[in-house]
């Protein structure tokens, strides 16, 4: 059975440069959004396209299912209902979009981030949707259809005088938490190291393993801002009302735009038909209602690409 477990996850992250500007974010407004979390979701839903429908790989459309697996297990990308049993999230709202689009009968299967690869490489699961970004490493065993940008944000108290980070200098002396072993992690030290070569303060990083004392820290005042994933920090900050978002980071560093996407089989021919369904999609508006349902529109793509550049390989 699934719990939503810390903010702090971080398996969907690539690596990046160490350097690097932030962007601007357009944040939601805080406090105003509100979740149905209950079971009956009441999904958006979408009508199937016949021309998109027949590019669907002979076997899948035979068996008539859109079986994906999902594991992120945090608000607002895939976590359980209130009857903490049934998945729900933005990312389960896009696929079932996607597969009412092929004409097939969506089913969530969540499971860990390892299994998630392994039963999309073996052809178990169709697709995987588990804010999986593009790497070019990943490329090499699995296709992509992009739907979200990949985003980090900068989160700090709804009352902090902080306005913007959006360079290294900007936190230059505060006392920042940041998941160990993330991708957000080595930006944050690359930018630290900028710092210190600069002659500036030092960065005071600190480490929480559950949501809950990170924003305890922030509360308190023992840190001054939080460095993570953009979905889970803009629906906090969107929810609560207790953060704002001041800058958002491109999960690919600073030269490339770092996107998320259904990852499938490589070469079975899904990819495709899974893009030009998320682009009829962008095109009617669904896709956006589904994005501002759970607070995400700053991170709405324009066109869903197959394949497109990834975060660089590992050196």
């Known amino acids: 059975m ?3 477990s810390a903010l702090l996850l971080l398996a969907a992250c690539g690596t990046v440069p160490d350097d690097g500007a932030a962007g601007a974010a357009e944040a939601v407004p ?6 149905n979390t209950s079971p ?17 790989p002979a076997a899948i459309r035979a068996k008539g299912e859109f079986l994906i697996g999902t594991s992120t297990f945090e608000p607002p990308l895939s976590f359980v209902a209130d009857d903490n049993v049934t998945p729900i999230g933005v990312e389960e709202d896009i696929a079932s979009l996607v597969a009412d689009v092929l ?14 690869f392994l039963a999309v490489r ?4 169709a697709a995987g949707f588990s804010n999986i970004t593009v790497t070019e490493e990943r490329k090499d065993i699995y296709d992509f259809a992009t739907y979200r940008l990949d985003q980090l944000a900068w989160e700090v108290p709804k009352g ?20 160990s072993g993330t991708n957000q992690e080595k930006i944050l030290l690359g930018w630290d190291k900028q710092n210190q070569a600069a002659g500036l303060k030092p960065v005071r990083i600190q480490y929480y393993k559950q949501a809950a004392d990170t924003y305890l820290a922030l509360r308190s005042g023992r840190i001054q801002a939080y460095f993570g994933p953009n979905p889970t920090s803009a629906y906090h900050a969107a929810v609560s009302g207790d953060t704002k978002i001041v800058g958002t980071y491109s999960g690919a560093g600073p030269t ?11 070469g079975n021919g899904l990819a495709e038909p899974i893009a030009d ?3 009829a999609l962008i095109e009617d508006g669904t896709y956006g209602k589904v994005l501002a349902r759970w607070g995400l529109s700053s991170e709405a793509v324009p066109e869903s690409l197959v394949n497109p550049p990834g975060l660089p390989r590992e050196q």
């Open 30 to 35: 805080p406090g105003v959004l509100k979740i």
């Open 103 to 116: 004409g097939l009968k969506l089913r969530i299967e969540a499971t860990s981030w390892e299994n998630l």
């Open 40 to 56: 009956e979701q009441n999904r958006i839903r979408a009508a199937k396209v016949e021309a998109i429908a027949a590019e669907v």
């Open 160 to 179: 902090s005088t902080i306005t913007s980070i959006a360079k290294p200098a900007d936190v230059a002396g505060l006392s920042v938490a940041v998941g």
């Open 122 to 125: 073996s052809g178990k699961y």
């Open 256 to 266: 490339l735009q770092g996107l998320i996407a259904a990852m499938t089989q490589k």
């Open 2 to 4: 699934l719990g939503a």
């Open 277 to 279: 369904a998320l682009n």
